[in-house]
């Protein structure tokens, strides 16, 4: 089953960059296609394959700060073509 996941990693702590960026490197390595902008970044693929590697980074993400918060959506289809038509 396809998926799309938007994630946003919100460190709690004044040193909050870092770690954002250190996660954003870690889904840009992961193989599955990644969408970034400026509020969240979203990642498409096989829900076990996402889902796996997802629960391996997040709980390394958060390992990683003192206090986080991850905010994820996740859709039941493979969403990364959509193009609005309004």
């Known amino acids: 089953m396809e ?24 889904l840009r390595s992961s193989g599955f296609e990644i969408l970034e902008n400026p509020l969240s970044t979203q990642v498409y693929g096989d829900y076990t394959q996402v889902m796996t590697f997802l629960t391996a980074a997040i ?11 991850f905010y994820m959506k996740i859709v039941k289809s493979d969403r990364s073509d959509y193009v609005p038509n309004f």
């Not at 938007?6 to 996660?23: A, G, H, R």
């Open 3 to 26: 998926i799309s996941v938007e994630l946003t990693f919100s460190p709690l702590q004044n040193q909050f960059e870092k770690p954002i960026q250190e996660f954003i490197k870690t």
């Open 59 to 69: 709980e390394k993400s958060l390992g990683d700060v003192d206090n986080g918060l």
